[in-house]
């Protein structure tokens, strides 16, 4: 049986992201997570996130913990918005949503660009992977 040790494997992708932020100027830029409600397991993937992003120079943007999103409009808003801002190459939902927004989930997940879907949630996005259209690797 063979050993495979996660470390090194994560560090240098770790260093491999940091060099393509430096390289294609992506500070100007920002990713960002529409993080709404109060899940405690979410809080600290959010910060572990955050973290991550710091560490390889990439400005991290988190949408709805202001209390910005009381509705399903005003969550769907928000994805508008990001999808259609140039500055913002990418953007993800945390999950679980609150129940009472769960009911637009796989709309919210449809509505991301297929570019800008950090998760890979959007079936559009699943529908390129899946057709060879875009590489993950």
């Known amino acids: 049986m063979q050993q ?3 470390t090194p494997i994560a560090n240098r992708m770790k260093a491999e992201l940091t060099q393509q932020v430096r390289e294609n100027f992506l500070q100007d830029h920002y990713v960002a997570i529409i993080y709404c409600g109060d899940n405690p397991a979410s809080a600290t993937y959010v910060r572990m996130k955050q973290k991550f992003a ?3 120079g990439l400005d ?3 949408f709805g913990q202001d209390g910005q999103i009381q509705t399903s409009e005003d969550l769907l808003t928000i994805a508008s918005t990001l999808s259609n801002d140039p500055l913002c190459i990418g ?3 945390q999950l679980p949503l ?13 509505s991301i660009p297929w570019y800008k879907d950090i998760d890979g949630l959007g079936s559009h996005f699943m529908g390129k992977y899946i057709t060879n259209q875009i590489d993950m690797l």
């Open 98 to 110: 609150p129940a009472e927004l769960r009911s637009v989930q796989f709309e919210l997940f449809d």
């Open 4 to 6: 495979l040790l996660g």
């Open 54 to 56: 710091q560490e390889i």
């Open 91 to 93: 953007y993800m939902p």
């Open 60 to 62: 991290l943007k988190i």
